[in-house]
């Protein structure tokens, strides 16, 4: 089985969802920046190991990107999922993990990088909306992109409804991209995302109205 490490920062509900999905791999740690964030009791429930590197225990944010590193190399993953992670991470330590580091951003990228990205996409007015899986590069929120899935934007929407919406995306989306990549169907050649994965399972992530169905 392919080990794999999850991160995290609060509560954990992309990584409730990738355990759900009894992934083909191994879930070895679930590893926190936040001694606090329940989504460690989440992965303890379900017999993970768990392991908090809290940031505020570092002096600088090179020590503290080293010290996590470390730890996740420890679980020799082959797949390294971050999962509400509330990091910017080092150029250094993003290089460790290149081509095997996963995340889940809460838009359709490159649209509304950062934070707070559905009061973004509300003050934009947009009719669209989602939540995209990308490789993790150096460039923040800005890496390629594997899968997107998208939602609509309504009228009466707040960035809570909204929110509420993509979240619930987001746990279909990222165990398929996950799956893929612990299945050999997804990688990053030169820079550039090379998924075999059929495009069923592309247009199932996408969520069609109940008439449709
Ligand atoms: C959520 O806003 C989600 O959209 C983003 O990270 C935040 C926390 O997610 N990916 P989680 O519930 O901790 O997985």
Redesign the pocket.
């Known amino acids: 089985m392919k080990p794999y490490v999850i991160l995290?920062?609060?509560?954990?509900?992309?990584?409730?969802?990738l355990l759900e999905d009894q992934l083909p791999g191994q879930c070895r740690a679930v590893i926190s920046n936040r001694p606090e964030?329940s989504?460690l009791a989440t992965a303890a429930a379900y017999g993970i190991p768990t392991k908090v590197i809290d940031h505020h225990a570092f002096a600088s944010r090179d020590a503290f990107d080293m010290a996590l590193a470390d730890e996740i190399e420890s679980y020799t993953p082959q797949l390294v999922l971050?999962?509400?992670?509330?990091r910017i991470l080092s150029d250094a330590f993003v290089a460790r993990f290149s081509g095997r580091m996963l995340?889940?951003?809460?838009s359709l990228l490159p649209a509304f990088p950062g934070i707070k990205?559905?009061a973004q996409a509300l003050a934009a007015s947009v009719k669209t909306h989602g939540?995209t899986v990308h490789f993790v590069t150096p460039a923040l929120d800005g890496g390629p992109i594997i899968a997107q899935a998208a939602v609509p934007v309504l009228p009466d929407d707040t960035e809570e409804s909204l929110?509420a919406r993509?979240?619930a995306e987001?746990?279909r989306l990222?165990p398929r991209v996950a799956r893929w990549f612990l299945t050999g169907q997804v990688h990053l050649i030169d820079g550039r995302v090379k998924c075999t994965a059929p495009l069923a399972s592309l247009e199932s992530a996408i969520p069609r109205p109940a008439k449709d169905r």
Do not use: R
């Open positions: 995290i920062s609060g509560q954990g509900s992309n990584m409730q969802a964030a989504g971050l999962a509400g992670f509330m995340n889940i951003h809460p990205t559905h939540c929110a993509v979240l987001e746990h990222y």
